[in-house]
Structures are given as structure tokens and as C-alpha cells.
């Protein structure tokens, strides 16, 4: 079959690999219907993570099983499914308590896992999956395909702005900065205003990412950045700042616009991949009463969540996509994410 494999800094091929196989029991193997690039998968791309050797790459995908292991109980040949951004159980301690990335068996997409076979990359066009029980979540039959971009956010960005959100304790009536104008950034914006905040600011600069923000409830758009973007922030909110401050970046600079952002006593919901050394300065948070909380987000625990809205139309996350392309053409896609050409591109074997 083909798949990407990265090489090392801006260098992504799609090429010839070994098909997948059932090997360990409860398995499957699914059939990508499609795919995406991830802002985290720029990482590597532009050298910021070293790529030791030539590697799968990509973690997020829907797709039709094809065939699953003896001891598969749940998931069967012929569903629809969609998998999260990593390899879970759901039946260890973590899972059960809301942390599935932490599964105790788990693991991620393009690597061998805990079980002795091998996790395909998702960017490809089959995938094994190592737990098709706990990983995969299958939809009520087969989806009208103009729901394929939002059921494929489920497998990562939606589920992660929802983290960012839940993390800031987002509730009824809470105002809300948003920083960030990626997929996850836009659909943090999404899943505040679902979780029925009164106010939300966008943090953007780009003319398409600010429609976005404003189709997904932002009311307000702030472009300024460092010591003017907080200004401009505390301006909007009484001079103090609003109640939550989602952070889907993971720079330094982020999350200081973040922390400063937020009011005394608001919190910071954290969902971007850290770079950068970003750290957080506990003497200024210990003297604001300022509360952070976040981390990979637990999306496959969200997806049960989510997954009726998706299908009934209530949220439509798949407008973050506003680029589709074939998988052989999975290298112009890196290219334009990586110079902001596109929020995010959907790519189909």
C-alpha cells in the first residue's frame, strides 16, 4: 500500500510500504476513507523535532474496517469508524478516569506498539489499529459524505478546543480569549460557544481564519499580539480580562499572552503542543490566583460526547478544512499548512 513517510526536515514522500496484517488478537485493520495533516505534524517537518530516521507520520483518520482479530468484540468488517489521534484501551484505570492518552496499553499512530505489532501512520491508505475495541468509535451506519470533514475532526482538533474549553471550566455566561487561529484554535471558539459562553474573543491576523472564528460564536477579534494584545484584552473586559483563556498554541509567547490575559483568578485551559521551553512563571500565577489546566486531550473520551452533534448538523467543526487533497499530493499539503495557505487540509487515498 502507499503512505507517507517523512525523511526529515521538509522532506515528505508517499510511498511504497508493507500492507498491514492482523497479528495480535484484538486488532483491525481499517481502510482510510480519510485523512489529514495536524499543525503538530509541522514539527518535524520544519526540524523543530529531529527526524532520526524515515518514519509513517500523520494520527488522524476515518475509514471502513475491513477485518478485525478473533478477540474484537464491538467493532466489526463493513463499520464506519473513527479513531483518535492515538492507540487506547478503554478498560485500564486512565481511560476509565478520563485520560486515555495515558492508557496504560495504548500508543501512538506510525509506531510498533505494546503488543508486539505495528500502528500504521495515518496518513495512508490502510491503517492497523492494536485495540479496535477501545480506539475505534463506529458510527450508526455510513455518513453522507459532507459529513466526512467534521467526523474526521472528532479525531483530534474538535475533541482537542473541547479540551481547551473544559479544561477552562467554560460554562454558561463565561467570557472567553481564545489564542490561537489554527483548527484547534477555531474549534475551541466552536466548543465554547456550545458549552454556552457569552463572550468570545478571537486571537487572529487572518481574514479567513477571522470568518471562521465568527461562524464558530467569536463576537469580538483582537489581531494585536504581546503587550498590546493584552492590553487590548483587558480593555475588552473591564480592565481586568475575561474568565477563561484557552491557549492552542504551545509557545512560549503563547501562553504568556495566555497567563497575562486571563483575569485574577480565571483560568488558562492549555491544549497546544509545547515548544519552545515554554514554562510557567508559578510566582505571577500564586500572586493573580491564575489556574492552569490542559494537556493532550482525552478526545476519544469526548467522541460519544460529540458524535450526535456531528451527525445531526448542531456543530459543523469540518469547516476548519478549506483544503482537499489527494493523498499523492500529501506533500503540497504540508507545504501549505506549513505557509499558512490553508487552516487545514484534508487529504483522501
Not at 485523512?35 to 517537518?45: E, I, N, Q, R, T
Not at 499580539?225 to 498554541?249: H, Q, S, T
Amino acid at each position: 500500500m502507499r503512505a507517507t513517510v517523512i525523511h526529515g526536515e521538509r522532506d515528505v514522500r508517499l510511498e511504497e510500504v508493507p500492507d498491514p496484517e492482523l497479528s495480535t488478537g484484538g486488532d483491525a485493520i481499517v481502510k482510510v476513507v480519510a485523512a489529514c495533516v495536524c499543525g503538530s505534524d509541522l514539527w518535524p517537518y520544519r526540524g523543530v523535532t529531529p527526524t532520526a530516521s524515515p518514519s509513517r507520520i500523520g494520527h488522524e483518520f476515518i475509514g471502513i474496517v475491513e477485518s478485525v482479530g478473533p478477540d474484537v468484540v464491538t467493532i466489526k468488517p463493513g463499520d464506519f469508524v473513527i479513531a483518535p489521534f492515538y492507540d487506547c484501551d478503554m478498560t485500564c484505570a486512565n481511560c476509565l478516569n478520563g485520560v486515555s492518552p495515558s492508557c496504560l496499553h495504548g500508543g501512538w499512530w506510525g509506531r510498533d506498539d505494546r503488543l508486539g505489532g505495528f500502528a500504521d501512520g495515518a496518513q495512508g491508505e490502510r491503517v492497523r489499529v492494536p485495540h479496535a475495541d477501545g480506539s475505534l468509535v463506529a458510527t450508526p451506519g455510513q455518513p453522507a459524505d459532507d459529513l466526512i470533514p467534521s467526523l474526521l475532526t472528532l479525531a483530534d482538533v474538535m475533541g482537542t478546543g473541547h479540551h481547551a474549553a473544559v479544561s477552562a471550566g467554560v460554562t454558561v455566561g463565561s467570557t472567553v480569549v481564545v489564542v490561537g487561529d489554527g483548527a484547534v484554535g477555531l474549534c475551541a471558539v466552536l466548543a465554547a460557544k456550545r458549552l454556552g459562553a457569552s463572550r468570545i474573543v478571537a486571537m487572529s491576523r487572518h481574514a479567513a481564519r477571522q470568518e471562521v472564528a465568527r461562524e464558530f460564536g467569536a463576537t469580538d477579534i483582537v489581531e494585536e499580539r504581546g503587550a498590546d494584545g493584552i492590553a487590548r484584552i483587558k480593555e475588552l473586559f473591564d480592565g481586568i480580562g475575561p474568565d477563561c483563556v484557552l491557549e492552542c498554541v504551545g509557545t512560549t509567547e503563547s501562553m504568556d499572552q495566555a497567563l497575562r490575559s486571563v483575569r485574577p483568578g480565571g483560568t488558562v485551559g492549555y491544549v497546544g503542543v509545547p515548544s519552545g521551553g515554554a514554562e510557567l512563571p508559578i510566582g505571577f500565577m500564586f500572586g493573580n490566583n491564575i489556574g492552569a489546566n490542559g494537556g493532550v486531550a482525552p478526545v476519544r473520551n469526548y467522541i460519544d460526547e460529540l458524535l450526535p452533534e456531528v451527525l445531526s448538523g448542531a456543530i459543523n467543526p469540518g469547516r476548519v478544512f478549506d483544503l482537499e487533497l489527494p493523498l499523492a499530493e500529501v506533500a503540497e499539503a504540508y507545504a501549505a499548512m506549513d505557509e499558512r495557505r490553508a487552516i487545514k487540509v484534508l487529504l483522501r487515498p
